[in-house]
């Protein structure tokens, strides 16, 4: 299996602009997880779902943040309007529906809003 | 809350040294446990996991025993190598959740030649 997929790898963008994080997850995979690592706050979970539904955004900073996930094998994570605060390394997990499963961490994408 | 608390970093040691990064879990219920590494430039990689107490993770020379009667998992390794050197993360999810993970705030290990 390739693992989790994510795209881009790199984004640097402007204040202001909209931006599109894109996530692959494992195949056979039914939950999805997309989390936020900056060297202030550490490791931080925004969103999860579950067979495509959202179950939990309450990590989601603001309504600037938006994610989706219209099928089983891809899931967005929109910015828009971007800000610099924003700049960090985004993370998408996934794994098998379960309390005990293992999270398949993606290589990330390092946003840097300027 | 759940959560999930590690010993804070900077780590360095020579290399061979032994390592110990401490772990403890605030939890109602019975979680299960991991160790994740995050090594430069990459995302985040499962070390090992304990999925009830007792059970003693182990990989890459790297070994953690869940302990209920001290809520912990400290993660341990008797010889550690410069290839070491990464963040490791600790972190818990309860079964028969959705899977959430609960992580630690990450101890960052530097192994010196």
């Known amino acids: 299996d390739a693992g989790v997929i994510q795209s881009p790898r790199h984004e640097v963008t402007e204040m202001g602009q909209e931006v599109t994080l894109r996530c692959k997850p494992i195949?056979?995979?039914?939950?999805l997880f997309w989390y936020r690592q900056t060297m202030m706050r550490g490791l931080e979970l925004l969103i999860y779902?579950?067979?495509?539904?959202?179950?939990?955004d309450s990590g989601m900073p603001e309504d600037r943040f938006s994610a989706k996930m219209p099928n089983a094998s891809f899931s967005t994570l929109k910015i828009q309007p971007s800000e610099p605060r924003d700049s960090a390394v985004y993370f998408c997990?996934?794994?098998?529906?379960?309390?005990?499963?293992?999270?398949?961490f993606g290589p990330g994408t390092r946003l840097l809003v300027l | 809350g759940d959560s999930v608390t590690q010993m804070e970093g900077p780590v360095t040691l020579s290399e061979e040294a032994f390592l110990t990064i401490n772990c403890t879990y605030t939890?109602?219920?019975?979680?299960?446990l991991f160790w994740y590494v995050q090594y430069p430039g990459e995302g985040l990689q499962l070390l090992l996991k304990?999925?009830?107490?007792?059970d003693k993770g182990s990989n890459k020379g790297f070994e953690a025993t869940y302990r209920k009667e001290t809520t912990s998992f400290h993660l341990e390794k008797g010889s550690v190598q410069v290839s070491d050197s990464a963040v490791y993360f600790c972190?818990?999810?309860?079964?028969?959740?959705?899977?959430?993970?609960?992580f630690g705030k990450g101890t960052k290990l530097s192994v010196k030649p």
């Open positions: 779902f579950n067979n495509n539904v959202p179950i939990d």
């Open positions: 997990a996934s794994s098998k529906t379960s309390g005990k499963e293992t999270q398949y």
């Open positions: 972190a818990l999810v309860f079964r028969g959740s959705q899977g959430n993970l609960i």
């Open positions: 304990a999925t009830k107490a007792d």
């Open positions: 939890a109602t219920g019975y979680p299960s």
């Open positions: 195949s056979g995979h039914n939950s």
